[in-house]
Protein backbone atom coordinates (compact mmCIF):
# COMPACT_ATOMS: atom_id res chain seq x y z
CA UNK A 1 0.00 0.00 0.00
CA UNK A 2 0.73 3.49 -0.98
CA UNK A 3 -0.24 6.92 0.73
CA UNK A 4 -0.20 10.04 -0.48
CA UNK A 5 -0.60 13.77 0.38
CA UNK A 6 -2.77 16.32 -1.65
CA UNK A 7 -1.15 18.16 -3.96
CA UNK A 8 -1.24 22.01 -3.46
CA UNK A 9 1.65 22.67 -5.49
CA UNK A 10 -0.20 23.23 -8.89
CA UNK A 11 1.75 20.88 -11.35
CA UNK A 12 1.67 17.13 -12.14
CA UNK A 13 4.05 15.27 -9.95
CA UNK A 14 5.63 11.77 -10.93
CA UNK A 15 7.03 9.61 -8.15
CA UNK A 16 8.88 6.12 -8.26
CA UNK A 17 9.16 3.31 -6.42
CA UNK A 18 11.78 0.50 -6.52
CA UNK A 19 10.85 -2.94 -5.38
CA UNK A 20 14.32 -5.34 -5.67
CA UNK A 21 14.13 -9.23 -5.01
CA UNK A 22 17.85 -10.51 -4.75
CA UNK A 23 17.83 -13.56 -7.14
CA UNK A 24 15.29 -12.49 -9.33
CA UNK A 25 15.97 -12.53 -13.12
CA UNK A 26 13.68 -9.29 -13.60
CA UNK A 27 14.82 -7.14 -10.65
CA UNK A 28 14.68 -4.03 -9.82
CA UNK A 29 10.90 -3.39 -10.99
CA UNK A 30 10.10 0.36 -10.59
CA UNK A 31 6.47 1.37 -10.43
CA UNK A 32 5.36 5.29 -10.82
CA UNK A 33 2.56 7.05 -9.36
CA UNK A 34 1.69 10.42 -11.16
CA UNK A 35 -0.70 12.64 -8.88
CA UNK A 36 -2.68 15.53 -10.97
CA UNK A 37 -2.53 18.91 -9.45
CA UNK A 38 -4.91 21.08 -7.52
CA UNK A 39 -8.63 20.93 -8.61
CA UNK A 40 -7.14 17.34 -10.64
CA UNK A 41 -5.04 20.09 -12.83
CA UNK A 42 -4.51 20.64 -16.32
CA UNK A 43 -0.92 19.38 -17.68
CA UNK A 44 -1.73 16.72 -19.41
CA UNK A 45 0.62 13.41 -18.50
CA UNK A 46 1.66 10.64 -21.22
CA UNK A 47 2.83 7.97 -19.69
CA UNK A 48 5.10 4.23 -21.55
CA UNK A 49 4.79 1.54 -19.08
CA UNK A 50 7.40 -0.41 -17.12
CA UNK A 51 6.71 -4.00 -17.32
CA UNK A 52 8.62 -7.28 -17.71
CA UNK A 53 8.43 -9.93 -19.70
CA UNK A 54 10.92 -13.53 -20.53
CA UNK A 55 9.67 -14.40 -24.27
CA UNK A 56 7.89 -14.05 -27.06
CA UNK A 57 4.87 -11.10 -26.72
CA UNK A 58 4.93 -8.56 -24.65
CA UNK A 59 2.73 -5.47 -24.37
CA UNK A 60 3.81 -1.90 -23.35
CA UNK A 61 1.14 0.11 -22.12
CA UNK A 62 0.77 4.23 -22.85
CA UNK A 63 -1.59 5.90 -20.83
CA UNK A 64 -2.58 9.27 -20.92
CA UNK A 65 -4.06 11.48 -18.30
CA UNK A 66 -5.45 15.37 -18.54
CA UNK A 67 -6.02 15.57 -22.08
CA UNK A 68 -8.69 18.20 -22.99
CA UNK A 69 -9.97 18.97 -26.34
CA UNK A 70 -6.81 17.22 -28.00
CA UNK A 71 -7.15 18.22 -31.57
CA UNK A 72 -3.50 16.62 -33.22
CA UNK A 73 -0.58 15.19 -32.62
CA UNK A 74 2.45 14.39 -33.47
CA UNK A 75 5.95 12.22 -31.78
CA UNK A 76 8.45 9.38 -32.08
CA UNK A 77 8.86 6.64 -29.95
CA UNK A 78 12.35 5.12 -29.30
CA UNK A 79 12.89 0.93 -28.24
CA UNK A 80 16.12 -0.97 -28.35
CA UNK A 81 16.45 -2.91 -31.63
CA UNK A 82 18.40 -5.51 -29.84
CA UNK A 83 16.27 -6.60 -27.38
CA UNK A 84 12.65 -5.80 -28.96
CA UNK A 85 10.88 -6.17 -32.32
CA UNK A 86 8.51 -3.97 -32.83
CA UNK A 87 4.38 -6.13 -33.97
CA UNK A 88 1.86 -3.41 -33.93
CA UNK A 89 -0.18 -0.44 -32.27
CA UNK A 90 -3.54 -1.66 -31.02
CA UNK A 91 -6.24 -0.69 -28.44
CA UNK A 92 -6.32 3.16 -29.46
CA UNK A 93 -8.54 5.15 -26.82
CA UNK A 94 -11.87 4.93 -28.86
CA UNK A 95 -12.11 8.75 -29.42
CA UNK A 96 -8.62 8.54 -31.44
CA UNK A 97 -9.23 6.96 -34.70
CA UNK A 98 -6.75 6.46 -38.19
CA UNK A 99 -3.30 7.04 -36.79
CA UNK A 100 -0.49 7.06 -39.22
CA UNK A 101 2.47 5.16 -37.71
CA UNK A 102 5.78 4.99 -39.39
CA UNK A 103 8.82 3.03 -39.37
CA UNK A 104 11.65 5.26 -40.63
CA UNK A 105 14.46 3.79 -39.38
CA UNK A 106 14.97 0.63 -36.93
CA UNK A 107 13.97 1.17 -33.30
CA UNK A 108 12.04 4.45 -34.25
CA UNK A 109 8.42 4.92 -34.31
CA UNK A 110 6.42 7.77 -35.95
CA UNK A 111 2.91 9.23 -35.04
CA UNK A 112 0.62 11.46 -36.33
CA UNK A 113 -3.12 12.05 -36.33
CA UNK A 114 -5.41 14.63 -36.53
CA UNK A 115 -9.38 14.49 -35.48
CA UNK A 116 -11.88 15.14 -37.98
CA UNK A 117 -14.80 15.20 -35.51
CA UNK A 118 -13.86 17.34 -32.81
CA UNK A 119 -11.63 17.47 -29.21
CA UNK A 120 -11.15 14.70 -27.51
CA UNK A 121 -10.61 14.23 -23.71
CA UNK A 122 -8.88 11.44 -21.91
CA UNK A 123 -9.46 12.47 -18.04
CA UNK A 124 -7.14 9.15 -17.62
CA UNK A 125 -6.75 5.83 -19.07
CA UNK A 126 -5.22 3.91 -21.83
CA UNK A 127 -4.05 5.91 -24.93
CA UNK A 128 -2.92 2.50 -27.18
CA UNK A 129 -0.53 -0.55 -26.02
CA UNK A 130 2.26 -1.11 -28.08
CA UNK A 131 3.33 -4.80 -29.39
CA UNK A 132 6.53 -6.10 -29.39
CA UNK A 133 8.10 -9.67 -29.68
CA UNK A 134 11.45 -10.07 -27.09
CA UNK A 135 14.48 -11.20 -28.96
CA UNK A 136 17.02 -9.83 -26.33
CA UNK A 137 17.56 -10.16 -22.64
CA UNK A 138 18.08 -7.55 -20.25
CA UNK A 139 16.51 -3.82 -20.04
CA UNK A 140 14.91 -2.65 -23.11
CA UNK A 141 14.28 1.02 -23.08
CA UNK A 142 10.77 2.44 -24.34
CA UNK A 143 11.28 6.67 -24.83
CA UNK A 144 9.61 9.81 -25.55
CA UNK A 145 11.89 11.14 -28.67
CA UNK A 146 11.96 13.96 -31.30
CA UNK A 147 13.98 12.04 -33.78
CA UNK A 148 12.90 12.22 -36.55
CA UNK A 149 8.76 13.67 -35.91
CA UNK A 150 9.24 16.04 -33.43
CA UNK A 151 6.91 16.17 -30.28
CA UNK A 152 3.53 18.49 -30.57
CA UNK A 153 0.04 18.57 -29.24
CA UNK A 154 -2.74 21.19 -30.13
CA UNK A 155 -5.93 21.19 -28.90
CA UNK A 156 -8.83 21.43 -31.35
CA UNK A 157 -8.68 25.39 -31.87
CA UNK A 158 -4.95 24.93 -33.10
CA UNK A 159 -3.06 25.84 -30.13
CA UNK A 160 -0.35 24.37 -28.74
CA UNK A 161 -0.14 22.40 -25.16
CA UNK A 162 2.66 21.02 -23.60
CA UNK A 163 2.31 17.05 -21.92
CA UNK A 164 4.82 16.07 -19.24
CA UNK A 165 6.29 12.84 -20.67
CA UNK A 166 7.22 9.44 -19.07
CA UNK A 167 9.52 7.08 -20.11
CA UNK A 168 9.20 3.07 -19.71
CA UNK A 169 10.84 0.08 -20.50
CA UNK A 170 10.76 -3.57 -20.79
CA UNK A 171 13.21 -5.92 -18.53
CA UNK A 172 13.60 -9.22 -19.81
CA UNK A 173 14.97 -12.12 -17.98
CA UNK A 174 15.05 -16.09 -17.84
CA UNK A 175 16.24 -17.43 -14.67
CA UNK A 176 14.05 -17.80 -11.90
CA UNK A 177 12.34 -16.51 -9.70
CA UNK A 178 10.94 -13.41 -11.40
CA UNK A 179 9.66 -10.36 -9.73
CA UNK A 180 6.25 -8.82 -11.07
CA UNK A 181 4.69 -5.85 -10.21
CA UNK A 182 1.25 -4.41 -11.10
CA UNK A 183 0.16 -2.18 -12.44
CA UNK A 184 3.60 -0.79 -13.55
CA UNK A 185 2.00 2.90 -12.77
CA UNK A 186 -0.89 4.57 -10.62
CA UNK A 187 -2.90 7.96 -11.59
CA UNK A 188 -3.59 9.56 -8.66
CA UNK A 189 -6.35 12.41 -7.94
CA UNK A 190 -5.03 15.48 -6.05
CA UNK A 191 -6.76 14.66 -2.80
CA UNK A 192 -4.45 13.21 -0.01
CA UNK A 193 -5.22 8.94 -0.08
CA UNK A 194 -3.80 5.18 -1.19
CA UNK A 195 -3.07 3.29 -3.73
CA UNK A 196 -1.51 -0.19 -3.77
CA UNK A 197 0.44 -2.09 -6.59
CA UNK A 198 0.61 -6.40 -6.83
CA UNK A 199 3.92 -7.85 -6.04
CA UNK A 200 4.09 -11.43 -7.02
CA UNK A 201 6.65 -13.99 -8.10
CA UNK A 202 6.15 -15.47 -11.23
CA UNK A 203 8.76 -17.71 -11.78
CA UNK A 204 9.98 -20.50 -9.63
CA UNK A 205 11.27 -20.98 -6.34
CA UNK A 206 10.50 -18.22 -3.37
CA UNK A 207 11.65 -14.59 -3.48
CA UNK A 208 11.73 -11.93 -1.11
CA UNK A 209 11.73 -8.67 -1.98
CA UNK A 210 12.15 -4.89 -0.43
CA UNK A 211 10.55 -1.31 -1.43
CA UNK A 212 11.77 2.27 -1.24
CA UNK A 213 10.45 5.53 -2.59
CA UNK A 214 13.45 6.72 -4.77
CA UNK A 215 11.24 9.73 -5.99
CA UNK A 216 8.64 11.61 -4.70
CA UNK A 217 9.63 11.03 -1.52
CA UNK A 218 8.11 14.40 0.19
CA UNK A 219 4.91 13.29 -1.02
CA UNK A 220 4.40 9.50 -0.50
CA UNK A 221 5.05 6.94 1.38
CA UNK A 222 5.27 3.04 1.56
CA UNK A 223 2.85 2.30 4.39
CA UNK A 224 2.90 -1.90 4.38
CA UNK A 225 4.06 -4.64 1.41
Known amino acids: NVSYQTNSTGLVRVGTIMIVANGSCTSP ?14 QAVLTIGTVSGTSGNVVVPVTAMNIANMGAF ?5 YDITKLTYVSCTDWNVQVTGVTIGQP ?26 N ?16 PTPREFT ?19 TTPPCLSVT ?13 TFTVS ?23 SG
Request: aromatic share 12%.
Open 132 to 147: FTIVGSGVANVTWSDN
Open 29 to 42: QYVTVTQSAVGCGT
Open 155 to 173: DWNGILFFPSYVNGSVTIG
Open 183 to 195: PSSQDVGCQGGTT
Open 74 to 78: QFTIE
Open 105 to 130: SPGHLTFVWASGSGGVNIASGIFFNI
Open 201 to 223: NTGGGSMTYTATVTAGSSWMSIT
